[in-house]
């Protein structure tokens, strides 16, 4: 039975939330579990094998976004097989390996929730079908590497290797992004068939340059190559089974995975050849060179599969279909032996407690086993006859000969390749003769050394097998898979022989060559490395790649904390005016183009009659707002209630021009918006009105060019926008949307309050998405109080309070002294608010009631309600509103937001899209004819939620008062007990 | 709507609106707060009286609760500003 694809993406991500779920220290449950799933996975891709060797593509295609054409697509030919075999094959054994290599006291489920959505990731990069997909899961694959080389966080080597790699992955992924949306602009869609069908018009096209470029960046560093190579070795601070899985076998394999995925599309050109060969021949060259001269094992094998990246970037580079067939078939040895090593090298840590090749020597004798393992891929990975490296070198050797490229590389590339082959020797020599043969040192290491427990080593085993049975059969092993993996990549398949011997040819000689070299080389370098010279790579070793990086990133922070300083401010005014500003030229340059006397001349529409009254109402509000502006330094009281004037003015405006919807609106956000401001007087700085004089002349006239300054651009602003609505209101609108929502308010909404029709259901979405907004402020405005401490010179207490003695005897009670609360100031004016209370909250009721059919609904119903409790607020006092009602407004705003997307969620049970409203009639005894809409239940949620957002704003600015008094006692306390 | 009756309505929200005026003339001069704050309350009261006489222009009893929003809301303001004043902070 087959599973679909997405089983293979999804089964991963859904065991990495159970893993994440499991106890800290379920360390069998979680590997059971992730080596399950990977097993599954594994056979299951297993299975598809003879469809996908008979040429057949399985492609799965799940509707996401169908109106804007994007799919989900999941596609697997012979090379995402492979891929996916190796992920989730290797996947599996590194889960056995890292059950035994974790200790105890790590937190397990963290790693393998990491371990398995890495694997999601990865296996969405291999079969994604479309290029967006890709990139979305490859970005993935950058952010669990991330996560998991910072495993260990109290370590600062896993932060910083974490952050580089994350820096450098998550930089090129963004350049890939960029190059995807070229190479789709280009190939005219971003589904993989159609981008891998048009690979002609892709390399004719003049974009094809500059695509290039960001796709290859996308793909270097994620491949470590040269010269993104440095994030690699940092990140082996990583624990080593996720360096075995990630940094060696998988995700550093994406970017040659990318090259070679498109390599029918983009290769094939001179910009592919010099841009690909030439990075993978440097990075060849100096990741076999510095991998030589590490003393760190897993440094040593880190810069090793720089160099093996280096050489498949290559082979891929070099345009020719047997040199990417060789790439194909590099790719899938390298993860067979550079996994076990490895693991190996996991062994050899967890079993002495040191990496460093200097302190280790004659293992040989204490793990026998693990030391012939290790022996064997370390072979591999130098190219010895009989391995499965070798083949794959040997048909590097021979494809370096026979390239027929221009004449300069002709001769050097084989020259390279011999080279780098040394290298390789060399350092393979370095890995096992060091560490495995050798004076027994034992002695002296952090623990004494032993074979692992049996089913750590079983995962080296099966790898090294796999290494000795490709390298010995090959024809009969492997042949076939690589046929099937290489065919999607090159098209037409070469003829390709993967004989063991091939006879006395100049490739053999080449790898003889490259053998001795080796050999010399590393016993030429044994003597002065032992005595501690060339502790690092010369030549190369002083460019210091870690430094490099840290000195551009903390150049790109300085250049933008200059920026920054350059041109941003902290200072509001500026930053308004700088707003108003930018407004202003942004709604000047259109109109400048249509003639002021177009907007000034006014539109068709009918005008009322002046009405003599009315004009002169407005010069009351006119004359208020600017007297509130006029006011609005020295006496802030006088201001603000010229300001209500001015609202309260608007208020009837709306009124006479019969929208009482927006009257009742605008009346008691004004009200809300009195108390707040009130509140805030409180704190702020106290008036300094005789600074101005004693200023010199140069200040003062300073100050007065600014006022003329900012006194202009506010004319300018208001006049703009005065004209603006003029135009506006002047002209009718035949396509306007008003219409629409005019004639199917009633027969499709079900109210015939146009507006609250639209509100909750119409555009309920919006009004869904607002409410949270409101929410979400009126939370973060009280978590920032929370911590708020006023400036010392308004922290004391008002001018008011101070003028009293506190021994005067006078019939003000005072309640905080009072043995009842509710006796305190304003006494009279308490009984009447009380009795206010249940009447606004009746109003409330009625105005929510009425207010699918008429002028009100939640919003003003919830507004009434909490202003009746701001005023209790007001006239009682914190400690005595708090003492006789339970308010929490944070339940409010949750049981609000919970209330309406449950309603919205409803239509769903019934099968109708989000938020779609029933509407029912109802006859009830007494009441009469009721009309039900679901949308009612909607508002109810807007009500709560306007109720808690609006008390927990106003009641947080509030608490600072009783803070502010609760600090001062104690600094009392504390003047009072030091005078003792 | 008889003439009488249109005549009776411009009349009356002739004599608010200059009273309005009137009373931000108040508002502006001061001197005290307490000044203001009363200025600020009839305000209230001659707003709500206006949106009464508009009730009966357009026939609709709306703006009767129009009305009586801003009697409850204006009471809000002024107790506020009331309590501003005797302690220097809203709430306390």
Known sequence: MHLPLITLVALPFAGSLIAALLPTNARNAESTLAGVIALLCAVQVALLFPDIAAGQVIRQDIPWLPSLGLNFVLRMDGFAWMFSMLVLGIGALVVLYARYYMSPADPVPRFFAFLLAFMGAMS???????????????????????????????????????????????????????????????????????????????????????????VLLGAFTKSAQFPFQFWLPNAMAAPTPVSAYLHSATMVKAGVFLLARLWPVLAGTDEWFWLVTGAGLATLLVGGFAAIFQNDLKGLLAYSTISHLGLITTLLGLNSPLAAVAAVFHILNHATFKASLFMAVGVIDHETGTRDIRRLSGLARY??????????????????????????????????????????????????????????????LRFTVEVFLGRDKCGALPRQPHEPPRWMRAPISVLVLACLVVGTLPQWSIQRILETAARPVVGVLPDFDLAVWHGFNLPLWMSLLSLVGGIALFFALRSPMRRGHLAKAPLIGRINGKRVFRSLLARLTLAGRHTRRLFGTRRLQMQLMLLVLVTLVAAAVP???????????????????????????????????????????????TALALMSVAGLVTVITFAWFSAPDLALTQLSVEAVTTVLIMLGLRWLPKRLE????????????????????????????????????????????PQSISPFFLERALPEGGGRNVVNVMLVDFRGFDTLGEITVLGVVALTVYALLRRFRPAPESAGLPPQQQALPADLVTDLVDPYSDEDPARGYLMVPAVLIRLVLPLAAMIAVYLFMRGHNEP???????????????????????QWVEAHM??????????????????????????????????????????????????????????????????????????????????????????????? | MSPLLFSAIVFAIGCYITAMALALLRLVRGPSAQDRVLAMDLICTIAMLILMVLAIRYRSAMYFEAALLISIFGFVSSAAMAKFLLRGEVIE
């Open chain 1, 690 to 733: 005789d600074v101005g004089r004693s200023q010199p002349l140069r200040v003062r006239a300073r100050a007065r060019v600014r006022r003329g300054r900012d006194l202009s651009i506010a004319l300018c602003a208001g006049a703009g926008l005065a004209l603006l609505s003029w135009a506006m209101m002047t002209r009718s609108f």
């Open chain 1, 124 to 214: 969405g990069v291999v079969l994604s079908g479309n290029l967006f997909q890709m990139v979305l899961f490859w970005e993935l694959t950058s952010l669990f590497s991330f996560l998991l080389i910072g495993y260990w966080h109290h370590r600062k080597d896993a932060r910083r290797g974490a952050r580089m790699a994350l820096t450098v992955t998550g930089a090129g992924g963004l350049c890939l992004v960029a190059g995807v949306v070229l190479l789709g602009h280009i190939a005219g869609s971003y589904d993989l068939d159609v981008v891998l069908a048009a690979g002609d018009a892709v390399r004719a096209h003049p974009l094809y340059r500059p695509m290039l470029v960001l």
């Open chain 1, 591 to 637: 109109l400048r183009r249509l003639g002021s006397e177009a907007l000034l001349a006014g539109g068709d529409r009918a005008m009322l009659e002046f009405s003599p009254m009315f004009a002169l109402m407005w010069l009351v509000g006119a004359g208020a707002a600017i007297g509130a502006v006029w006011q609005a330094k020295y006496h802030r009281l």
């Open chain 1, 367 to 428: 793990m026998p086993v693990t030391a012939t393992l290790a022996t064997v891929a370390a072979a591999a990975m130098a190219g010895v006859p009989l391995l499965n490296g070798f083949i794959s070198k040997e048909m590097f050797f021979s494809e370096a000969v026979f390239l027929a490229a221009s004449p300069g590389i002709d001769r050097a590339l084989p020259v390279v390749a011999v080279v780098a082959g040394m290298f390789s020797v060399a350092y393979s």
């Open chain 1, 856 to 878: 009100g609904g939640g919003f003003v119903a919830g507004l009434v309600l909490s202003t009746a409790f701001i005023v209790q607020y007001v006239v009682s006092g914190t």
């Open chain 1, 886 to 980: 339970d308010l929490r407004p944070q339940r409010w705003i949750a049981f609000g937001l919970l209330t309406a997307t449950a309603t919205g969620l409803g239509s769903f049970a019934l099968g109708y899209p989000f938020l779609t409203t029933h509407t029912a009639h109802v006859s009830l005894p007494l009441i009469g004819d009721l009309h039900v809409a679901s949308a009612l239940f909607y508002d109810i949620g807007v009500f709560l939620l306007v109720v808690g957002a609006t008390l927990l704003i106003l009641t947080a600015l509030g608490h600072q008062s009783v803070r502010g008094r609760r600090v001062r006692d104690n600094e009392e306390d504390e003047r009072k007990e030091g005078a003792h």
